[in-house]
Structure formats: structure tokens, C-alpha cells
């Protein structure tokens, strides 16, 4: 089921994309937020499959927000939709550094930028903090979620590990393990 | 003229291939290619073109990249419009592989959706990126370092200054928390009374 509603038309993925690319400030994660709100609202990617998207996006290599608007626009649209959605997420980064580099040379020191952004730093940290909580309401049923959950948190944030290297080994345990169960049970 | 856009590209690509863990990986990977390898940028260009790929709105490695593209070509002495060229190959270059890979994974997915071994597989994934989401906001609050040798090695956790500098930080902190998480506010609405905020109270 890659596409998901052919009346869901290319400028309207571009648009809305055009809108999360243009708020994302600070990394990917700064995208979830935006994302999640704008998807729901519109009923294009359930709050179930948002968590899939971000954890096979963040498995390939790239640009997260990237690989999030191309995977989000392939279920909307396929190949066209991934395009429109990703020209989108680049376009607004695009306009905004090439004004900076050919106009605004001098904006990184201007006080008022500073000021903004004093005001919006803090802000986004919050932002995204709130889907995690909201994720874990919705995918940590058991123990045994916390326990990754706390595990990936702790070896990411203040042990400095790669979020790639925990994905890959993930991948591979969780492989092995329910492949095993699988040849358990079909062999009963 | 012409090489220094293929040696872009092929420069974009090759980081786009080899990016993993997001934007922050990116940067290092831009930084050993672009200042160290070509020479294309200075250290201290590429500190400022880092701040800024973090201050302005979108995607940092896509700042990142389209700076430097235009710069490159800027240090050449082109004009305006070669420059935006130069920005577009970099840019084209470091999204290509991932267009390539996250498709493929994409319908692989669409596949699998309903695999019970894929389901196992995900279901571990799942809680992993709850914690990386949460590493994410921690990083953005508290600044981990380790120093000195691996034997007698020291470990320190600081504040982030530049995003937490003072009281007031942690208030907005705390007001965009509670309206996102109970209120359900729009987050971009979040983001424009944070940047008003800042703007009146600083």
C-alpha cells in the first residue's frame, strides 16, 4: 500500500512541507513536533506509523528530516509524492541561507536575530520532548519498551554512542530473536 | 570552471552516502571533506556557516551543504548566479543517496508491513526511537564531556548555556511544554510566541 489517496495533490505535499521544512529549526528531531501535528490534522500518517518512518528513516543514512519527507510523501504519493514532499523540506532551508550568503551577511551577530532566537531555543527543546512522551504512551506497553527506551536515551545522551550503531544492533538481536521464535513456533 | 561543480557534487554525494545519525554527523563529515581535504573553506567560514546552518530555519545539513556550495564558488569569484549553481549541486548531491536508500526502504516496508518478522523487528525499533527522540531533547539541554585519559577519565554534565542562559529560558521551557503536551497547541504557533518572546523579554 504505498499510495495512499491519489486526491491528495503534489502541491499540497509540497506546501506543507514548504510549512514544516520552514519551522524546523535544530536538527530533525525539531521536525517530529511540526510533523506529527500537521499529519494528524489532515489524517495523511497515523500517530502508529509515524514512530516506523522515523525509525527506518534514522536506519539509512542522510538527512533525517530529509529521509522523513521522502518516506512521509511516498506513502502520500509515491515516487512523485516523495519529490514534492522533499522539495518542499529543502526549498524554504534554500531561499532563507541564500539570502543570508548573497544579503544578509551580517545576520548571524544582528541583536535582534539573537534576541528571536534566545526566545526560540528553549521552546523547541520542549517541543521536542512532547512527542517523546506522547510515542511512549503509545509503544511502551510493556517492560521491556521502557527498557530500550531508558538504554538508547542513556547511550545516546551521555555516553555519546551513535544512534546508528544501537539501530543496527537492535535490528539484528530483535532479528535473530523473532526469527527463532517464529522457527519455534511453525515447527510445533 | 566546470570541474569545480562535479568535485562538488561528487564531494556531496560521497558525505550524503556516509552520513549516519542525522545533521550533526553531517557536519563533521562536511567540515574533514570541505576545509580539511579541498581546502575549499576556511576553519573559522565554516564555524560561522555552522552557526548559522543551526540558527535559520530547515534542515542543518541542507544549510550546511547550500552555504558552502555557494560559498565555494564565492571564493572563486564568481558571480551571483554561478554561486546559487554551486549551492544546487551540493544540495542535489547530499539528498540523491538518500532518495535512493529511503525508497528502497520504503517498499521494502510496504512489503513487510504485515511480516511477523518485520512486526518483531519494529517492535523493538519502536521504544529505540522514543529514546532517541529523548536524547535528542537532553543533548539540547545538557552538554556531556569526557576528558582526560581512559583509565582516570573525568566526566562532566553541563548545562547547555547557549539554549538554557538564564531563568527565563527555563520558563518558556516550561509554558511551550505544558501547552504542547495538555493544550495541544500548534508547535509552529509554539515557535512564533517562543521568537516574540524572545524578542520582548530579552
Known amino acids: 500500500m504505498p499510495i495512499k489517496n491519489e486526491m491528495i495533490s503534489l502541491w499540497k505535499i509540497f506546501g506543507v512541507f514548504a510549512t514544516i521544512g520552514a519551522f524546523t529549526i535544530g536538527g530533525g528531531y525539531a521536525m517530529i513536533p511540526i510533523i506529527q501535528n500537521e499529519m494528524d490534522k489532515r489524517g495523511w500518517i497515523s500517530e502508529e506509523e509515524l514512530p516506523d518512518i522515523i525509525a527506518l528513516s534514522q536506519s539509512a543514512p542522510g538527512i533525517l528530516a530529509v529521509n522523513i519527507s521522502i518516506f512521509a510523501g511516498y506513502r502520500l504519493r509515491g515516487i512523485k509524492g516523495s519529490i514534492a514532499a522533499t522539495l518542499g523540506t529543502i526549498i524554504p532551508s534554500f531561499i532563507i541561507i541564500l539570502l543570508i550568503a548573497m544579503v544578509f551577511t551580517n545576520f548571524k551577530d544582528n541583536p535582534v536575530v539573537i534576541r528571536i532566537f534566545k526566545g526560540i531555543r528553549p521552546v523547541v527543546v520542549s517541543l521536542i520532548a512532547v512527542p517523546m512522551v506522547n510515542m511512549a504512551k503509545k509503544s511502551n506497553t510493556t517492560w521491556w519498551a521502557w527498557l530500550i527506551t531508558i538504554l538508547t536515551m542513556v547511550l545516546v545522551a551521555f555516553i555519546e554512542i551513535s544512534p546508528i550503531y544501537i539501530l543496527l544492533v537492535l535490528i539484528v538481536i530483535s532479528f535473530t530473536v523473532t526469527y527463532l521464535r517464529e522457527q519455534k513456533e511453525s515447527g510445533k | ?202
Not at chain 2, 556516509?18 to 557536519?27: H, I, K, N, P
Not at chain 2, 538518500?98 to 526502504?105: H, K, M, N, R, Y
Not at chain 2, 497547541?185 to 515557535?191: E, F, M, R, T, Y
Request: glycine fraction near 8%.
Open chain 2, 1 to 202: 570552471m566546470i570541474t569545480i561543480f562535479i568535485q562538488l557534487f561528487i564531494t556531496f554525494f560521497v558525505i550524503g552516502i556516509f552520513t549516519f545519525g542525522g545533521g550533526y554527523a553531517m557536519l563533521s563529515l562536511i567540515q574533514a571533506q570541505v576545509v580539511v581535504a579541498h581546502a575549499w573553506i576556511d576553519e573559522s567560514t565554516f564555524t560561522d556557516i555552522v552557526a548559522i546552518s543551526q540558527m535559520t530555519p530547515g534542515p542543518i545539513g541542507i544549510n550546511c551543504a547550500t552555504y558552502v556550495g555557494y560559498d565555494v564558488l564565492a571564493k572563486t569569484g564568481a558571480g551571483h548566479l554561478l554561486c546559487i549553481l554551486g549551492s544546487l549541486s551540493a544540495t542535489v548531491a547530499v539528498v540523491l543517496p538518500s532518495f535512493i536508500i529511503v525508497l528502497a526502504i520504503v517498499k521494502m516496508y510496504a512489503k513487510l508491513n504485515h511480516n511477523a518478522i518485520f512486526e518483531g523487528v519494529m517492535s523493538w525499533l519502536r521504544p529505540a526511537v522514543v529514546g532517541l527522540i529523548g536524547a535528542a531533547a537532553i543533548i539540547l539541554i545538557f552538554n556531556s564531556t569526557w576528558s582526560g585519559t581512559p583509565l582516570f577519565s573525568q566526566y562532566d554534565i553541563k548545562v547547555v548555556s547557549e539554549n538554557f542562559p538564564d531563568w527565563k529560558s527555563w520558563a518558556l521551557f516550561a509554558g511551550a511544554f505544558i501547552s504542547s503536551l495538555w493544550f495541544k497547541a500548534n508547535p509552529i504557533l509554539i515557535i512564533i510566541l517562543g521568537g516574540i518572546a524572545g524578542l520582548l523579554i530579552y
